[in-house]
T-cell receptor
Framework: GAVVSQHPSWVICKSGTSVKIECRSL??????MFWYRQFPKQSLMLMAT?????????EQGVEKDKFLINHASLTLSTLTVTSAHPEDSSFYIC????????????FGPGTRLTVL | EDKVVQSPLSLVVHEGDTVTLNCSYE??????LLWYKQEKKAPTFLFML????IEKKSGRLSSILDKKELFSILNITATQTGDSAVYLC????????????FGTGTRLTIIP
């Protein structure tokens, strides 16, 4: 159990376009999902915490108008990178928790975004 | 600001050796310390530690937490080439389901 998927696994886009990344918990319901970004040879940096049915909580320095997060159901959260620029190229990883207060985060396989 | 520091940054050993990876943390309202293994893609969960002095073990891997010294170690015995990866530790304010602060990782390379 506790499988998290992401789609797409990689995407290449032109500067100025928007890209949507999906994160799904396949065999459990996740009231909370997290979005991380990882630059080459660096660690995971939390971007935002997404709770089903409410607005996401963004970490300091992360532009909420640029990184739109929607957690419409207990199994799906989406991250949309709007007006992407080359500096947004990174590895985006989501994670999900099965049960608040008792369980750890399970990570998706990640999405590699390359903005040309 | 919360901080997690791992050492060494990288480590190269021969197959069969034993390695110890270090993690120190300063996390406000600390509740748990987690270890993950990251190969080419997203991290896979190894251990979650919440109590001092109680070793957690899984095969050749083991880990222990010292909440007084704000420190954890991850041991790998009889290393194999499949152990080559980046090992991440993270400090959490709940049982791993709230904000995690990650260290930069230790890149472990096992030479056959």
């Amino acid at each position: 159990g506790a499988v998290v998927s992401q789609h797409p696994s990689w995407v290449i886009c032109k500067s100025g376009t928007s890209v949507k990344i999906e994160c799904r918990s396949l065999d459990f319901q996740a009231t909370t999902m997290f979005w991380y970004r990882q630059f080459p040879k660096q660690s995971l940096m939390l971007m935002a915490t997404s709770n089903e049915g409410s607005k996401a909580t963004y970490e300091q320095g992360v532009e909420k108008d640029k990184f739109l997060i929607n957690h419409a159901s207990l199994t799906l959260s989406t991250l949309t990178v709007t007006s992407a620029h080359p500096e947004d190229s990174s590895f985006y990883i989501c994670s999900a928790c099965r049960a608040p207060g008792t369980d750890t985060q399970y990570f998706g396989p990640g999405t590699r975004l390359t903005v040309l | 600001e919360d901080k997690v520091v791992q050492s060494p940054l990288s480590l190269v050993v021969h197959e069969g050796d034993t390695v110890t990876l270090n993690c120190s943390y300063e996390v406000t309202n600390f509740r748990s310390l987690l270890w993950y293994k990251q190969e080419k893609k997203a991290p896979t969960f190894l251990f979650m530690l919440t109590s001092s002095g109680i070793e957690k073990k899984s095969g050749r891997l083991s880990s222990i937490l010292d909440k007084k010294e704000l420190f954890s170690i991850l041991n790998i015995t009889a290393t194999q080439t499949g152990d080559s990866a980046v090992y991440l530790c993270a400090g959490g304010t709940n049982f791993g389901n709230e904000k995690l602060t990650f260290g930069t990782g230790t890149r472990l390379t096992i030479i056959p």
